[in-house]
């Protein structure tokens, strides 16, 4: 099945500084989606890309859907203690079902 | 964003009993209903799709004799996982959207452990 690739796995950062993580597919998605997951709970929606080149914000986030429609990126900037979490991406093909394809996640810890 | 709540939030039951976990729209009808699978550390996996009022599409390697999906009305799903062992001990999560066109919305997620 289609494979997302997302980076960095992991990261560690100063409250304050900016954070960019991205997805890259071999597939092409109509829709890139990115989440957030807290620990024990179910993703929550952050920022939706319908159109390949879309740059949309979200407060302190933006997202990018990638003008080759197989990548897209997350920035978060000025980052707070509250942005610790898992991030993901994932991406939606064309088609009846429309089902989601996930990233392997991103966990983000802020350090104060 | 719309609301979709799954129950119950954790679950312990003894190995070879079933257990039933509920997905509910809470504000919107929701034509299609999925269920996923996250084991500690990792992504989402879907197991399957359902439609209202029609059978479940399994996802390749889920059983469908084990993992019993039922989406009998336009607001509720559920999630019977059969006969479970200790390797079904996983996180279950729903999601729900309206239509086509919408966005999906996540639950909660259901922690199950099987002893």
């Known amino acids: 099945g289609q494979q997302l690739n997302q980076s960095p796995q992991s990261m560690f950062i100063q409250e304050g500084e900016d954070v960019s993580m991205n997805c890259t597919s071999s597939?092409?998605?109509?829709?890139w989606l990115w989440y957030k997951q807290d620990p024990g709970e179910g993703p929550v929606l952050l920022i939706a890309?319908?159109?390949?080149?879309e740059l949309t914000s979200n407060g302190r986030l933006t997202a990018q859907f990638g003008i080759t429609r197989k990548d897209s990126f997350l920035n978060i900037s000025a980052s707070i203690p509250s942005d610790v979490g898992i991030y993901f991406c994932?991406?939606?093909?064309?088609?009846?079902?429309?089902?989601?394809?996930f990233g392997s996640g991103t966990q983000l810890t802020v350090l104060p | 964003g719309a609301v979709v709540s799954q129950h119950p939030s954790r679950v312990i039951c003894k190995s070879g009993t079933s257990v039933k976990i509920e997905c509910r729209s809470l504000d919107f009808q929701a034509t299609t209903m999925f269920w996923y699978r996250q084991f500690p550390k990792q992504s989402l996996m879907l197991m399957a799709t359902?439609?209202?009022?029609?059978?479940?599409?399994?996802e390749q390697g889920v059983e469908k004799d084990k993992f019993l999906i039922n989406h009998a009305s336009l607001t509720l799903s559920t999630l019977t996982v059969t006969s479970a062992h200790p390797e079904d001990s996983s996180f279950y999560i729903c999601?729900?959207?309206?239509?086509?066109?919408?966005?999906?919305?996540f639950g909660q997620g259901t922690r199950l452990t099987v002893v």
């Open positions: 890309l319908y159109k390949a080149g």
């Open positions: 359902s439609n209202e009022g029609s059978k479940a599409t399994y």
């Open positions: 999601s729900a959207r309206e239509s086509l066109n919408t966005e999906a919305f």
């Open positions: 597939s092409i998605f109509n829709t």
């Open positions: 994932a991406g939606q093909l064309a088609g009846s079902a429309r089902q989601l394809t």
